[in-house]
C-alpha cells in the first residue's frame, strides 16, 4: 500500500509500465476496496450487507503482446516488487504466494467463462492498506478480471465477475470468503451504498450524499495472526447452527427460534446463531433508517453491530473495542463499530463532517496512549466501482 492519490497511482503505474516494457499500456483500470457500514460476518448465512466503496483503488495497466499464443500473461507488482509470469495454456497456481494466487485465480475463472487471454504484460500497484479489513485482496482480483474485459473486449456481467473473483480467493488462495467484497468492489457506485441480499445476489443502490456526514476510517494497525483459521471456524459454526435449526436458511430463522433452542445448543454456537439472526435485522433497519435520513439510528445500530461482534461473534479485539469506545465518546460521532473480518484491521465510523478532522485527532492520540501503537485515519466517500480509465 502507498500514501499516493489514485491520480499518482494511475500516473506511476503507467510511468512503470513504460520503463520495464518500453511501450504504454493499450489499457488502464482500477478497481476499489471498499468498508462495510454494516452487516458482519454474514454474507455467508445468507444475509444482507451494505458496504460502499473507498475512494481507494488497485490499478492494473496491460498490453496484448504480438508473442505466439497461448503464451504468457506477465504481471509486475509494484507493491511486492515481484514479477509473475503465467504460462496461458495451463493456469496452474501460483508459487508466489498470495498476490501471485490471487492474480493466478482469476486468469483461470475468466478463461473457464470463455475469455480468449492474449499473451500479456501488466503492471499493477494498490493504494488500499493491506489486511486492513478494506478489501485490498479483492481490489486486486476486480482489477484482474476488469482488466481482461477490456484487454479482450469482452464484457461478463458483474454478478458473474464478481462469482470468478470469490472463486479464485476459494480455490487459489484457500479463503473460503462470502461474497461481499468481491461484488463491492465490482458494483459499488459514486455517492451510494450497495444494500447486497447475500441469499440471492440481488442489489440496490442507496444514495448516500448527505454533506454532513463523513465517513471515517482508522486503521488500528494490530492485526492478530488467527485470522484464517478463526474465519473458517466462524463459517463452519453457523452451518452447524443452521442444523440444528433445522432450517435451510438464516433467512427463516426469527430469535424466538433461535433462543427456545438455547439449551440443546452448545453455548458458543447459540451465540453465533443469535449474532447472525440480530446482524441480518440491524443491517435492513440500517439501511432504511439511512434512506430515511435517520443518522442517529443508524449510529446505534453500527453500536449494537460491534457489541455483538465483540461479545457473541467473538471476531473484535482489544484494540479495535478501544477505537469504538472512544469514538463513542467523542463530540461528533454518529456511531462506530469494526469493518471487515475482524481480529485487526479499521474500524468505520460515521461523524459530522464538520467535526471529523478534531474526532480523528482525539481519537487517534487517545489509542496512541492507550496502546502504544499508532493508528492511521482517513475520510472517504461513497466511491466509484471497478471501471477503466483508459
Ligand atoms: C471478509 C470476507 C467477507 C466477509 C467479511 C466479514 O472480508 O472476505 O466475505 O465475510 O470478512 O463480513
Known amino acids: 500500500m502507498s500514501d499516493l492519490s489514485t491520480i499518482q497511482l494511475v500516473e506511476e503505474v503507467r510511468a512503470q509500465f513504460q520503463a520495464k516494457f518500453g511501450s504504454d499500456p493499450d489499457v488502464v483500470v482500477a478497481a476499489p476496496g471498499r468498508v462495510n457500514l454494516i452487516g458482519e460476518h454474514i454474507d455467508y448465512c445468507d444475509g444482507f450487507v ?3 466503496a473507498i475512494d481507494r483503488y488497485t490499478v492494473v495497466a496491460a498490453k496484448a503482446t504480438e508473442a505466439e499464443t497461448p503464451g504468457t500473461a506477465e504481471f509486475y507488482s509494484i507493491d511486492m516488487d515481484d514479477t509473475l509470469s503465467v504460462p496461458l495454456e495451463k493456469i496452474a497456481k501460483s508459487e508466489h504466494g498470495f498476490w501471485g494466487n490471487y492474480v493466478t485465480g482469476v486468469l483461470a475463472g475468466m478463461a473457464d467463462q470463455g475469455s480468449e487471454i492474449p499473451p500479456l504484460q501488466a503492471v499493477t500497484r494498490s493504494n488500499v492498506p493491506i489486511g486492513g479489513g478494506l478489501s485490498s485482496s479483492a481490489s486486486l482480483e476486480v482489477a484482474v478480471s476488469t482488466m481482461i474485459e477490456a484487454i479482450t473486449g469482452t464484457p461478463i456481467d458483474p454478478v458473474t465477475k464478481g462469482l470468478v473473483c470469490q472463486k479464485a480467493e476459494h480455490d487459489f488462495v484457500g479463503v473460503p470468503c462470502g461474497i461481499m467484497d468481491q461484488f463491492a468492489s465490482t458494483l459499488c457506485q459514486k455517492d451510494h451504498v450497495l444494500l447486497l441480499d447475500c441469499q440471492d445476489q440481488s442489489f440496490q443502490q442507496i444514495p448516500f450524499t448527505n454533506p454532513d456526514v463523513a465517513v471515517l476510517i482508522i486503521n488500528s494497525e494490530v492485526k492478530h495472526e488467527l485470522s484464517g483459521g478463526e474465519y473458517a471456524q466462524r463459517r463452519s459454526s453457523c452451518e452447524k ?11 427463516d430463522v ?14 458458543v454456537v447459540f451465540k453465533r446463531a443469535k449474532h447472525v439472526v440480530g446482524e441480518i435485522a440491524r443491517t435492513t433497519d440500517a439501511a432504511a433508517a439511512l434512506q430515511a435520513d435517520h443518522w442517529e439510528k443508524v449510529g446505534d445500530l453500527m453500536y449494537a453491530s460491534h457489541n455483538s461482534l465483540r461479545d457473541d461473534f467473538e471476531v473484535s479485539c482489544k484494540e479495535l473495542d478501544i477505537l469504538v469506545e472512544l469514538a463513542s465518546k467523542t463530540d461528533g460521532v454518529i456511531g462506530s463499530r469494526m469493518t471487515g473480518g475482524g481480529f485487526g484491521g479499521c474500524t468505520v ?14 481519537i487517534c492520540s487517545q489509542y496512541e ?13 461513497p466511491s466509484q466501482g471497478a471501471h477503466r480509465i483508459a
Not at 430469535?255 to 453455548?267: F, L, Y
Not at 492507550?370 to 466517500?381: D, E, I, L, M, S
Open 369 to 381: 496512549q492507550a496502546t502504544g501503537v499508532k493508528p492511521t485515519a482517513f475520510v472517504t466517500r
Open 254 to 267: 426469527t430469535m424466538d427460534q433461535v433462543n427456545a433452542k438455547r439449551d440443546s445448543m452448545d453455548p
Open 349 to 362: 465510523t460515521l461523524v459530522e463532517r464538520d467535526k471529523a478532522a478534531s474526532a480523528t485527532e482525539s
Open 241 to 251: 447452527a443452521l442444523r440444528l435449526l433445522e432450517s435451510a436458511s438464516f433467512r
Open 50 to 52: 451494505l458496504p460502499m
